[in-house]
């Protein structure tokens, strides 16, 4: 065979595999951007959607009808820190140490989403609340940053898988997040909150600050609504990410309604009818939703809502002595009563959920990681325990009906959460009481003596529960 003919074979092999490789290349999925909310004491009636006619917040309320709502949707733990550990591991919060706000920090040694969507060809970022660490070791900030008790906490989102973050390290307040008034006004304090603050005003520093990296802090643009602020910072990375061609992946953690709330006159104006507190608490939540429908509008303009998946939620129940509202649940922030742990939270995905829905599936955060990977058919590189599951059948017209337990630590209470019944006890492991959540959602009757053999065999296994989170405590699954 001559050299020529030699030569003409391989380019003809060479351009037909080319030729397979383009076309499975065109056939190849795109994948989906990803948004994961978070609120902050949002309790599960502050937000229209879920009958509530007082707070305004008309762009959540379209999202969500547009969308698919949890009506039984838990944080995985009473108070925030946990549940925001559990929202990126998909693991109960106790298994890295992290037991309760402002405690522990996330260790490097846990695989998160955004590590495992940065191997996809994600781009990454962080936007808000952080309080998964500290975020500066050589000045005092917010709650324990600068602090030598808690330098070993020190941790910060680009150490987890993210490109880029913006973010404190806990609370601010939810208008003009840098400063608080030297005076306070007749029904403000510095621990509830404020009317927004007046040009003429004198101020006192917040003793907080908005991190971008390691020892750099933002100090442009921090006036104003807290929101707005985050917001401010999410366009210009989603932007950046359809001019690269890459999908991105966020988590964008808001303040709001977390104390101290501030808000404007223009936001309070709406609720002039109601006392000072409810126009301040109820104003925050209308401002932080205009910005949650902006950022969707952008989603639009780009031409890029279609194949965006948004989950929304909020950390765990509403603060005490707030107008935050659970409704007809039990209890509050801090209670693993279901006022305390059950959250607003809907998923919308306009190219694959169909909208319009509402389902009874009991989800929790650490669901997001495994129906994250299970979207995007990816394995959990780890043989180590998930706490969470799969929401994509339950989102997809599958079964309605969980079949892995919920379990759930915030001291003092221990809890296991089945399709239909809730064992819930001290950490002592004693005082049990038993809840039937399908008929009783308002945990008023203690079901325990009626049904001794079905909460001797969730104790069981609560107990077998609560040995792994131990094994994990200790650090063997690494």
């Given at each position: 065979?001559?050299?020529?003919?030699?030569?003409?074979?391989?380019?003809?092999?060479?351009?037909?595999?080319?030729?397979?490789?383009?076309?499975?290349?065109?056939?190849?999925?795109?994948?989906?951007?990803?948004?994961?909310?978070?609120?902050?004491?949002?309790?599960?009636?502050?937000?229209?959607?879920?009958?509530?006619?007082?707070?305004?917040?008309?762009?959540?309320?379209?999202?969500?009808?547009?969308?698919?709502?949890?009506?039984?949707?838990?944080?995985?733990?009473?108070?925030?820190?946990?549940?925001?550990?559990?929202?990126?591991?998909?693991?109960?919060?106790?298994?890295?140490?992290?037991?309760?706000?402002?405690?522990?920090?996330?260790?490097?040694?846990?695989?998160?989403?955004?590590?495992?969507?940065?191997?996809?060809?994600?781009?990454?970022?962080?936007?808000?609340?952080?309080?998964?660490?500290?975020?500066?070791?050589?000045?005092?900030?917010?709650?324990?940053?600068?602090?030598?008790?808690?330098?070993?906490?020190?941790?910060?989102?680009?150490?987890?898988?993210?490109?880029?973050?913006?973010?404190?390290?806990?609370?601010?307040?939810?208008?003009?997040?840098?400063?608080?008034?030297?005076?306070?006004?007749?029904?403000?304090?510095?621990?509830?909150?404020?009317?927004?603050?007046?040009?003429?005003?004198?101020?006192?520093?917040?003793?907080?600050?908005?991190?971008?990296?390691?020892?750099?802090?933002?100090?442009?643009?921090?006036?104003?609504?807290?929101?707005?602020?985050?917001?401010?910072?999410?366009?210009?990375?989603?932007?950046?990410?359809?001019?690269?061609?890459?999908?991105?992946?966020?988590?964008?953690?808001?303040?709001?309604?977390?104390?101290?709330?501030?808000?404007?006159?223009?936001?309070?104006?709406?609720?002039?009818?109601?006392?000072?507190?409810?126009?301040?608490?109820?104003?925050?939540?209308?401002?932080?939703?205009?910005?949650?429908?902006?950022?969707?509008?952008?989603?639009?303009?780009?031409?890029?809502?279609?194949?965006?998946?948004?989950?929304?939620?909020?950390?765990?129940g509403p603060e005490r002595a707030t107008p935050g509202s659970a409704g007809i649940f039990r209890d509050r922030k801090r209670s693993l009563y279901e006022g305390g742990i059950r959250v607003p939270a809907f998923a919308i995905w306009k190219d694959k959920f169909k909208g319009g829905q509402r389902i009874d599936y009991p989800a929790v955060t650490s669901d997001y990681l495994p129906?994250?990977?299970?979207?995007?058919?990816?394995?959990?590189?780890?043989?180590?325990?998930?706490?969470?599951?799969?929401?994509?059948?339950?989102?997809?017209?599958?079964?309605?009906?969980?079949?892995?337990?919920?379990?759930?630590?915030?001291?003092?209470?221990?809890?296991?959460?089945?399709?239909?019944?809730?064992?819930?006890?001290?950490?002592?492991?004693?005082?049990?009481?038993?809840?039937?959540?399908?008929?009783?959602?308002?945990?008023?009757?203690?079901?325990?003596?009626?049904?001794?053999?079905?909460?001797?065999?969730?104790?069981?296994?609560?107990?077998?529960?609560?040995?792994?989170?131990?094994?994990?405590?200790?650090?063997?699954?690494?």
């Open positions: 065979m001559s050299v020529k003919i030699m030569v003409s074979l391989f380019l003809i092999a060479f351009i037909g595999m080319s030729s397979c490789k383009e076309s499975k290349d065109l056939i190849t999925p795109k994948r989906p951007n990803i948004i994961l909310i978070m609120t902050d004491d949002q309790g599960w009636f502050d937000v229209g959607f879920n009958g509530n006619t007082e707070i305004r917040t008309p762009y959540l309320d379209s999202l969500a009808a547009n969308g698919i709502i949890f009506d039984r949707f838990y944080a995985a733990s009473a108070v925030c820190s946990p549940t925001r550990a559990s929202l990126i591991t998909g693991r109960n919060p106790l298994r890295m140490n992290i037991p309760y706000a402002n405690n522990g920090h996330m260790l490097a040694e846990e695989i998160t989403i955004p590590e495992l969507l940065k191997k996809e060809g994600y781009r990454t970022a962080h936007f808000g609340k952080w309080h998964l660490g500290t975020l500066t070791k050589t000045e005092l900030d917010a709650n324990r940053g600068g602090r030598p008790n808690y330098v070993n906490d020190y941790t910060i989102p680009t150490e987890h898988g993210y490109d880029e973050f913006f973010c404190t390290e806990s609370k601010v307040p939810t208008y003009d997040p840098m400063v608080y008034p030297k005076k306070f006004k007749t029904g403000e304090s510095k621990h509830f909150g404020w009317q927004a603050i007046q040009n003429n005003d004198s101020t006192e520093n917040y003793g907080t600050a908005y991190w971008l990296q390691e020892n750099v802090k933002e100090t442009q643009n921090l006036k104003g609504d807290n929101s707005k602020i985050i917001v401010d910072r999410v366009i210009p990375f989603i932007n950046t990410s359809v001019k690269e061609e890459k999908p991105f992946f966020s988590t964008i953690w808001f303040h709001t309604p977390h104390l101290p709330v501030v808000s404007d006159s223009l936001h309070r104006s709406y609720y002039k009818d109601l006392d000072l507190a409810k126009q301040i608490y109820n104003g925050t939540i209308t401002a932080m939703d205009k910005q949650i429908g902006r950022l969707w509008k952008e989603l639009e303009d780009r031409g890029i809502e279609e194949e965006t998946i948004l989950f929304f939620c909020s950390d765990n129906t994250i990977l299970d979207i995007l058919d990816l394995e959990y590189p780890s043989d180590r325990p998930i706490d969470g599951t799969s929401l994509l059948a339950p989102l997809t017209g599958g079964s309605q009906e969980r079949m892995k337990p919920i379990g759930f630590i915030c001291k003092p209470q221990i809890s296991w959460v089945t399709n239909q019944y809730k064992l819930i006890g001290d950490e002592e492991l004693e005082n049990f009481e038993l809840y039937d959540l399908l008929h009783d959602k308002s945990e008023e009757n203690n079901s325990i003596r009626d049904f001794p053999e079905i909460a001797a065999t969730m104790k069981v296994d609560l107990l077998d529960w609560l040995n792994s989170v131990e094994n994990s405590q200790k650090k063997n699954d690494y």
